[in-house]
């Protein structure tokens, strides 16, 4: 794919699919189909499959800022048999796009600094580049890119507002940042100076998803907090101080929020416990819906409060808050109710997270309580097939509510209702 890319100066990047990326090169004058032109192009880092079907526009502050067109998609290969090498050259290729077709070849002449030359077939011609004024992907121009954005009513620019992300019932961009605009007060509470991770999927549904749990943005309402792992390497995670920030997130392509069992405080200390029931395939919806049951009694004999949401998918999540004990602790709690269930009812539950082994059964996944885990938030999307939403409900609706029955096209009724955790952090 080619796209045209005014960023502080306008150039074209060229990206050829390889071994799982886009190997990159920024063109600043763009390929020529003449033979004798030497245009330069330079090697730029590899970017994510994801990033194929990009068009719109970065925000200031993000690396990249500035407009950018699909102004090419197609296949390419290369014209002799034997291996590519782009850290060496040269790389000899045709392409076979909408625009650009033919052979070129990309000559190495000085570190990340390359010539991309035609090659003498059928496809030379003098065709100046810049008569092509719209994108392949839209037919839009640069012009009507950069102005087809939204403002949110809160404060955050979300671009190409019109992006279809879910296909089913045709949800756009701008749809899910409403959405979170809509119910940011009731998801704020748990996203709010709490780590988190994000599944982001530039492409929507069913395209590539990828997750992001270090900071990558310099947003002012997105905090920083750095932490160590085994190895003593320190890494930038971060947490969401506001809707702007929980808008911002949506802009970059975020669209499903998990969280951790600990504040960014104290991540120390875990004050969330989390149970997810994950029903083997086939298993009728009734037999979930004991499970949560059998699981609520025994959180009640251990005097455990407990609340319940749906999870977006096939079973459901039940949250037990806690006053603050170490992740040790924690995650042996969580053991042994887990351990409880199984023991109590032979036959209908299992630990076993491998598929095989919970045939007719269902997983009850404990392993969520450990210091770095995650759990998806209360009210976060989920990236399904629809755009169903991991949505608190109260414990009188088990029997009403399906796993995923909450979507973005009716939440907004029941948040006109009293909120089902409106105690959770008392």
């Known amino acids: 794919?080619?796209?045209?890319?005014?960023?502080?100066?306008?150039?074209?990047?060229?990206?050829?699919?390889?071994?799982?990326?886009?190997?990159?090169?920024?063109v600043p004058k763009g390929p020529s189909f003449n033979t004798k032109d030497k245009r330069l192009a330079v090697r730029v880092e590899d970017h994510p499959i994801s990033y194929g079907n990009f068009e719109g526009v970065i925000p200031n502050g993000e690396y990249g800022a500035g407009t950018v067109m699909l102004f090419d998609k197609?296949?390419?290969?290369?014209?002799?048999?034997?291996?590519?090498?782009?850290?060496?050259?040269?790389?000899?290729?045709?392409?076979d796009g909408k625009r650009f077709k033919g052979g070129w070849s990309l000559i190495k002449f000085k570190d990340d600094n390359y010539l991309l030359i035609k090659e003498k077939d059928e496809f030379v011609s003098n065709i100046n580049i810049n008569k092509f004024k719209t994108s392949v992907k839209t037919g839009r121009t640069m012009s009507e890119i950069t102005y087809n954005k939204v403002k949110s009513i809160i404060d955050v620019e979300i671009t190409n507002p019109d992006k279809v992300i879910y296909r089913k019932g045709k949800v756009t961009k701008k749809d899910i940042a409403e959405y979170y605009e809509l119910v940011g007060k009731r998801m704020m509470p748990f996203l709010d100076n709490r780590l988190i991770s994000t599944i982001r999927c530039p492409s929507g549904e069913g395209g590539e998803k990828f997750f992001m749990k270090h900071l990558n943005s310099n947003s002012k309402d997105l905090g920083i907090k750095k932490i160590k792992n085994k190895n003593n390497e320190v890494s930038d995670y971060y947490y969401i101080k506001n809707?702007?920030?929980?808008?911002?997130?949506?802009?970059?392509?975020?669209?499903?929020?998990?969280?951790?069992?600990?504040?960014?405080?104290?991540?120390?200390?875990?004050?969330i416990l989390v149970f997810d029931l994950d029903p083997d395939e086939g298993l009728s919806l009734k037999k979930v819906r004991d499970g949560?049951?059998?699981?609520?009694?025994?959180?009640?004999?251990?005097?455990?409060k407990s609340y319940l949401k749906t999870s977006g998918g096939k079973g459901y999540h039940i949250y037990v808050p806690l006053s603050g004990c170490t992740w040790d602790?924690?995650?042996?709690?969580?053991?042994?109710?887990?351990?409880?269930?199984?023991?109590?009812?032979?036959?209908?539950?299992?630990?076993?997270?491998?598929?095989?082994k919970r045939k007719g059964k269902i997983f009850i996944d404990y392993?969520?309580?450990k210091k770095g885990s995650t759990s998806v938030c209360p009210y976060s999307l989920r990236l399904r097939e629809k755009p169903s939403v991991s949505c608190p409900i109260f414990w009188s609706e088990l029997d009403k509510i399906k796993p995923d029955g909450i979507t973005i096209n009716n939440i907004k009724e029941r948040l006109k209702k009293r909120d089902p955790w409106y105690d959770f952090f008392e």
């Open 292 to 304: 949560v049951r059998d699981l609520k009694s025994i959180l009640d004999n251990l005097k455990l």
């Open 1 to 26: 794919m080619v796209q045209h890319h005014i960023a502080r100066r306008d150039h074209y990047d060229l990206r050829l699919e390889f071994d799982g990326v886009y190997v990159s090169f920024a």
């Open 367 to 369: 392993f969520r309580n």
């Open 74 to 95: 197609g296949y390419w290969h290369p014209l002799k048999s034997n291996s590519v090498d782009f850290d060496k050259g040269p790389v000899k290729f045709f392409l």
């Open 243 to 271: 809707i702007n920030g929980l808008l911002s997130e949506v802009q970059m392509n975020s669209y499903e929020f998990h969280i951790w069992g600990s504040l960014a405080s104290s991540v120390k200390k875990a004050d």
């Open 329 to 356: 602790k924690c995650e042996r709690i969580a053991s042994d109710i887990a351990k409880i269930i199984v023991n109590e009812y032979p036959g209908k539950y299992t630990i076993n997270m491998r598929k095989e």
